[in-house]
């Protein structure tokens, strides 16, 4: 068996607590495994798992190994309790000064997870109402000439925690769908400004926009840079949280914001690679999309740090990531024509966005 596969089939595992024992832990590497998933972003959700298996089977991890799961899992989970306190901080700070706003991703995803302490977090990413001009203004006021662009601006970091202050939540290059995506996202920022997390001091999306947020936001990073298994365990769960018979954005609305072919390959990869039932999907699965999907997601690891393949992995000089931009474009087309053509003129378009707005 192939261990990427093995991989999977235990992920398969830790995430539904119904699921039987698979087969692959019988001589499953468990080093091997740690470190998969921390080049996906997903230690906690594979902890969960194994602490399961530990308890019902025969199954043992050596002192070692176990050390180094637990480890990692305390820390997270540490980091997390630190991160619920600094977005509450950072939702309260723009509140005091006259904004409304909610966070995006990272704490909000985790409130999803059977326990919010099993994501892993990282930047926070606030959505704060008004604009680009009138947020970018304040910002300028509190830390002037901080980097910005289409639909964020830097902020100040509350510890080691970088901030992103978003006036749009996400984009697309294809400027149609693009129009129509922001307007969805106003049609929803009401319910998103007002739903408010009690025990957590912060406002969060609704579920109903995170389904199209979400995978607007992965669909972004896999033509930009690349995505990990987190983004597929964040939207496994999310999915998974619809009661039975609420309904979700469908297949005409997915396909009229240019998101269909997206969906179709996250539902191929959450149906038949980690199990979701049929019945929360959002669409048909697209096995020839999908396909792609997870080995990008395979080779690429978290935000594509981990891809060997040319011109991938880590952040790079403006010149060389701009080229690597375009070959993920020229790789990609086949899949997503209209959003690998439209990438380079959006970029050219939002250089000039950028210096019109002061980007140092």
Known sequence: MDENHRYLEFLRYCLDERAAVPSCVEGMDWDALYLFARNQTVVATYWRGIERLSATTDVKLSESSV???????????????????????????????GFRSCLLKGQGNALLYPSPFLRTPGDIDIWVEGGDEKVIAYVDTVIPRMKRVYHHIEFISVGKTPIEVHYRPAWMSNPVHNRRLQRWFEAYA??????????WGFCAPTREFNTVYLLAHIYNHLIRE?????????????????????????AGELERLGLLKMAGAMMWVLHHVLGLPEEKLLCAPNER???MFLNEILEGGNFGKFDHRAMGGE???????????LLRDVRLLAFFPSECLWEPWFRVWHWVWRKRHGCP
């Open 190 to 199: 009401e319910a998103c400004f007002s739903n408010m997390c009690d025990e």
């Open 315 to 325: 952040q790079q000089a403006p010149v060389k990531h701009n080229l690597k931009v």
């Open 67 to 97: 050390l180094n799961w637990m480890a990692r899992y305390k820390k997270i989970e540490k980091d997390s309790r630190t991160a619920y306190k600094n977005a509450a901080w950072v939702w309260n700070n723009f509140r005091r000064e």
């Open 226 to 250: 690349g995505v990990g298994l987190r983004h597929v365990v964040d939207y496994y769960h999310l999915l998974s949280s619809y009661p039975e018979g609420t309904p979700k954005p469908g």
């Open 289 to 291: 999309i999908g396909r």
